[in-house]
């Protein structure tokens, strides 16, 4: 099993950045495909950004291409997410997610280990 602990989250006015990092504890790091999902007030929850074990392959929600940038340091069992030009839209809580799935493909079914979240809020 793996523990997942999100930081990073706050307020920021639309158009700004935000950086959110997850520690992973338990077991080796390597083994787990990573994840951040989102969810919004009334909403379900969005798988948002996905990498693999070796970062050679990542998903992105076609909401955020090219706005988030998903990046892991196995060295450090950490990943990061990257978010540039947010809007309000974006406000949600965020939770890191990690998963040991035998299907290479990065899903939301891949992700079965959840942080407690953190919120992001982007006034406008």
């Known amino acids: 099993q793996v523990q997942l602990v999100e930081s990073g989250g706050g307020l920021v006015q639309a158009g700004g950045s935000l950086r959110l990092s997850c520690a992973a504890s338990?077991?080796?790091?390597?083994?787990?495909?990573m994840g951040w999902f989102r969810q919004a007030p009334g909403k379900e929850r969005e798988f948002v950004v996905g990498?693999?074990?070796?970062?050679?392959?990542?998903y992105y929600a076609d909401s955020v291409k090219g706005r988030f940038t998903i990046s892991r340091d196995n060295a450090k069992n950490a990943v990061s997410l990257q978010m540039d030009s947010l809007n309000p839209e974006d406000t949600a809580v965020y939770y890191c997610?990690?998963?040991?799935?035998?299907?290479?493909?990065?899903?939301?079914?891949?992700?079965?280990?959840w942080g407690q979240g953190t919120q992001v809020t982007v006034s406008s």
């Open positions: 997610a990690a998963g040991a799935p035998d299907d290479p493909q990065l899903t939301r079914s891949s992700f079965n280990y």
């Open positions: 338990g077991r080796p790091f390597i083994k787990y495909v």
């Open positions: 990498i693999s074990r070796s970062a050679d392959s990542t």
